[in-house]
């Protein structure tokens, strides 16, 4: 074996020692698990000790504090600080205080009341594909749905209180959404 490969050897060799950690628990060797929310650090003695960490710590710290504004729950200042999911907006009062401030907040959608049992309000939701539909408030006593966003304005035909929106050659109109009338009103 030549100076080289030796030196090697012994580098892998340490490498290798390392490697492996301890469990703090109970002093059995560490080892990478895998699971359904990802890779993590576990015990090679599960289920006698249980004892598991991240693989990667994902700590937030700070950037920037904002002096000159102040928390609206607590009244601190706020801080920018880079998380787990990217950059947001904090209170310095964390834990005490856990506001976070969401800048890009959409305004709350004003939708009409539900035409269907005139009880409810038609509310937006999310399907488990992600896309947006509209229901009303009190299923499963009324099952109301509609695929694009209603507007409270009455149809000329049938009377029926809401139409929705939609595009038509490029424009935007409103749309009867009853299928035995399905009467299109352009928009100025």
């Known amino acids: 074996m030549s100076k080289i490969d030796h030196a090697l050897f012994n580098a892998d060799k ?20 895998n699971s359904k929310n990802g890779p993590f650090i576990g015990c090679a003695s599960y289920p006698t000790c249980e004892y598991i960490r991240p693989l990667a710590h994902h700590d937030s710290h700070v950037i920037k504090v904002l002096e000159d504004v102040a928390c609206p729950e607590c009244g601190k200042d706020l801080v920018i600080k880079n998380g787990r999911y990217g950059m947001f907006i904090g209170c310095t009062g964390y834990p005490a205080c856990h506001y976070i401030g969401h800048e890009d907040a959409p305004e709350p959608l004003v939708l009409p009341n539900c035409p269907k049992c005139r009880k409810g309000k038609l509310t937006q939701r999310k399907n488990k594909f992600g896309k947006h539909f509209y229901s009303c408030d009190s299923y499963p006593s009324c099952k109301y749905t509609l695929n694009a966003k209603p507007v409270e304005h009455t149809c000329p035909e049938c009377n029926w209180p809401v139409l929705v929106e939609k595009t038509r050659a490029g424009k935007a109109v409103l749309q009867c959404p009853q299928k035995s009338c399905q009467t299109i009103v352009e928009l100025p």
């Not at 340490?14 to 698990?33: D, F, M, N, R, T």
């Open 14 to 33: 340490h490498a290798l020692e390392k490697e492996y950690e301890v469990c703090p628990e109970c002093g059995s060797e560490l080892v990478i698990k």
